[in-house]
């Protein structure tokens, strides 16, 4: 009942910039928090940049300074923007999302949610 779709990635060159966004739809009653995560080929998956509700952001060592988490809550809406880009940032972007949800069988319900991925390839 909840959809996250993922937009943004692409090819850049080293130094370039792209903006992803991921937004949610659904049957929300709030959303707890947003985070994007990426996966490079043979690493595991690891934490980029977190977003949760009424808390401070914080990021990974590897793209501090250089990457900036925003949110629009009245859109569902988190964006990652991403500067002075380098190849080590190559990987698939996922979106995370802690939505608490509300129905007649269930009551309130609290489910992780993850975004399909998008490729983010940066170039020397």
């Known amino acids: 009942q909840v959809q996250l779709v993922e937009s943004g990635g692409g090819l850049v060159q080293a130094g370039g910039s792209l903006r992803l966004s991921c937004a949610a739809s659904g049957s929300i009653f709030s959303i707890n928090a947003m985070t994007w995560y990426r996966q490079a080929p043979g690493k595991q998956r690891e934490l980029v940049a977190a977003?949760?509700?009424?808390?401070?952001?914080n990021y990974a060592d590897s793209v501090e300074g250089r990457f900036t988490n925003s949110r629009d809550n009245a859109e569902n809406t988190v964006y990652l923007q991403m500067n002075s880009l380098k190849p080590e940032d190559t990987a698939v972007y996922y979106c995370n999302a802690r939505i608490t949800s509300w129905d007649l069988k269930r009551g309130y319900y609290v489910y992780d949610y993850w975004g399909q991925g998008t490729q983010v390839t940066v170039s020397s």
């Open positions: 977003f949760p509700s009424g808390g401070s952001r």
